[in-house]
């Protein structure tokens, strides 16, 4: 249904559900099978496809593509879904697919993430919270990014890869290997720095949590151990220091391997 909070120019397909409270600007394209909560605001030239969810409060900035089929030969018009949270920031020109039956059929978005200008997210990836991708910063499909990560501008991430909570890559990495929580790595390919010690003070870690986090990281990197034998010793590491639970979790429970 149109109403004031939308451009007279925008076309919204009839079977598309727009909350009152949403506002659409000059151009816009909304296709059928959308639906948008209340408090969102698309801007002008957007364009909105496919069986695609948005939640309440978000901002979408002029000429993003959102929710448009997945860039996978293999895709044959299947029904798929995108899924999007609330308070998302999704910047001028940035691209979020679909999902494939491939996998779950659906790319999903948590929420109070920001998206930078020209990101691109693939099909099938799951997204946390508080997450920031940078300028230009692309995932592959099947990438999973974890609450409070950081990837800096023109970072790319190749399919089927896992970045951890609360890590950061320097900008232009090439990341093809799982990312530990709270981990900094930067390089073509990434290669681990350290560990996310700013970033981690910035979301009220406290000393000791960064005292228990570089021995973990030493372990990991800087003892010569293999790596279940480093992840024993966190492991051990944990039972005193319960901010390591996460990256034992994420180490035990890896698919890929991790940048070492």
């Known amino acids: 249904m149109l109403h004031s909070l939308i451009h007279s120019s925008a076309i919204i397909d009839p079977e598309a559900q727009l909350d009152e409270k949403v506002s659409v600007g000059p151009y816009s394209v909304i296709g059928a099978n959308v639906r948008i909560a209340s408090g969102t605001e698309i801007g002008p030239h957007v364009v909105i496809n496919g069986a695609t969810d948005i939640g309440h409060d978000n901002h979408i900035y002029q000429f993003a593509s959102v929710g448009e089929n997945p860039q996978d030969r293999k895709y044959a018009g299947e029904l798929t879904r995108l899924e999007i949270g609330d308070r998302n920031v999704i910047r001028e020109f940035a691209t979020i697919n679909r999902g494939t039956v491939q996998d ?6 948590g929420n109070d993430n920001l998206f ?22 692309s995932l592959g499909g099947h990438v999973q990014i974890d609450d409070y990560a950081i990837l800096g501008g023109f970072s790319l991430v190749h399919q089927f890869t896992r970045v951890g909570a609360y890590s950061f890559s320097g900008m232009g990495s090439a990341i093809g290997k799982d990312v530990p929580p709270y981990i900094m ?9 350290g560990i996310n010690s700013e970033g981690l003070k910035r979301q009220d870690f406290s000393k000791q949590d960064l005292t228990d986090i570089r021995s973990a990281y030493k372990a990991l990197y800087k003892s010569g151990l293999s790596l279940e034998q480093a992840i024993s010793q966190i492991a ?10 996460p990256m034992v979790k994420f180490l035990r429970s890896r698919v890929r391997s991790i940048i070492r």
């Open 104 to 109: 779950e059929a659906v790319t999903r978005i």
């Open 116 to 137: 930078m200008a020209y990101i691109h997210v693939a099909h099938d990836c799951i997204i946390g919270n508080h997450v920031i991708m940078a300028n230009a910063a």
């Open 185 to 193: 790595v930067e390089g073509k390919p990434a290669r681990p720095r």
């Open 236 to 245: 051990s590491l944990q039972k005193e220091a319960e901010v390591l639970q």
